[in-house]
């Protein structure tokens, strides 16, 4: 198993920045990628960012953000630049054991419980 807990989201005005954390612990030495995702009420699940910990490639699905961390630190991290409203949503980290990014959340097998981001105009 492979616990995941995010911390960082809160509450900023449009144009503001975030950094989220996402700590991962437990059985990881099977968990090749981490990934960002974000989810609106209602809607599915949206990949944001991906890292493979041991390499460091990563994928994007917003060139405003910056995904960085790694197995040694055992912290991804999401840094979220120019925020939007529209960037209002949960967002999670998920672990998977693929060696190559990847932003689709059928991809992934555990999941954080999510921290949520609001953004105000």
């Known amino acids: 198993q492979v616990q995941l807990v995010e911390s960082g989201g809160g509450s900023v005005q449009a144009g503001g920045s975030l950094r989220l954390s996402c700590v991962v612990s437990?059985?990881?030495?099977?968990?090749?990628?981490i990934g960002w995702f974000r989810q609106l009420p209602g809607k599915g699940r949206q990949g944001v960012a991906s890292i493979n910990i041991d390499d460091g490639r990563t994928e994007y699905g917003d060139p405003r953000f910056t995904i960085s961390g790694g197995r040694a630190q055992k912290t991804v991290y999401l840094q979220m630049n120019a925020l939007k409203p529209e960037d209002t949503a949960m967002y999670s980290c998920?672990?998977?054991?693929?060696?190559?990014?990847?932003?689709?959340?059928?991809?992934?097998?555990?999941w954080g419980q999510g921290t949520q981001v609001t953004v105000s105009s």
């Open positions: 437990g059985s990881t030495s099977s968990t090749y990628s």
């Open positions: 998920a672990a998977m054991g693929r060696l190559w990014p990847s932003l689709d959340p059928a991809d992934y097998t555990y």
